[in-house]
């Protein structure tokens, strides 16, 4: 995967970046977003909530009720739906909600967050966290969201056509399929389990997993380094380079604090593609020059 910079020195975290009109919107943890129109100079949006729904306090009652994780944004059957996690550091204690809007500008008569509740929880009784989601459709066009992070890796479930977790005929959740982990086929799980920020590109028949190992938010000491494996179906197997399955500890290593001199602990990346088929890498990274804030990183690939 041939790497060329392209940085966006604008504050950022868990970023995603889709485009509308002209105009590419970056979205990200504490709901903040930013405005382009090239991918290089950025301006502040606003805030998709001013206060998260009263309804993510039954799911999380330690939530401070103003900011929310790591956003996914798809465009869907005439709408934006943005996924978004609300948690606490640290705690299982999880839940991703779902918003829509028909337009991503501010501007427009039509702009409106209208939140739709909750997609999926997590609690003491699961072994997966609910936040960093990300979604992605298969071959036949049907969702599925990926989440996790530290307890049982990463996993996968079955949206229906409302952008909702999928439920059989009993009216339960579809089960979930197992993704990632840092776990070594045969070994115990390892506690921490530290995978987290996966994101599921298709491209030429084949699905791209990107996933972040590691320790994010410690600044210029963060170890956060982004992976990668390769599968024919979206459900996996996902293999590195190596042939490695990323259910068992597998990633080829992508970016890592090695990879720069002033950018420490890169990870929770998307990946954008624009209408001109140029694919971008993005992602957040801590600055050495600038006390270890947490800046927006944007970086032009081929796969």
Known sequence: MALLNLTA??????????????????????GYF???????????????FEKLPDWVFEFVPESDGKDFWAPEIVYRNGEWRLYYAVSTFGKNTSVIGLACNKTLDPASRDYEWRDQGKVVSSGEGNNFNAIDPAVCADENGSDWLLLGSFWGGLLMFA????GFVR??????????????????EGESQPDPNPVEGGFIFPHNGKYYLFASHDFCCRGVASSYHIVLGVAEKITGPYLDEDGIDMRWGGGTTVRDSFSFERWAGPGHNSVFKDDDGKIYLVYHAYDRKDDGRSKLMIEEITL
């Open 9 to 30: 020195d604008v504050p950022a975290h868990d970023p995603v970046i889709v485009k509308e009109g002209g105009v590419y919107y970056c979205f990200s943890t504490h």
């Open 34 to 48: 930013y405005t382009s129109s090239d991918l290089l100079s950025w301006k502040y949006g606003g805030k998709v």
């Open 159 to 162: 949206l229906d056509d409302n």
């Open 167 to 184: 439920s059989g005929a009993d009216g339960k959740a579809v089960e979930p399929i197992f993704i990632a982990s840092r776990q070594k």
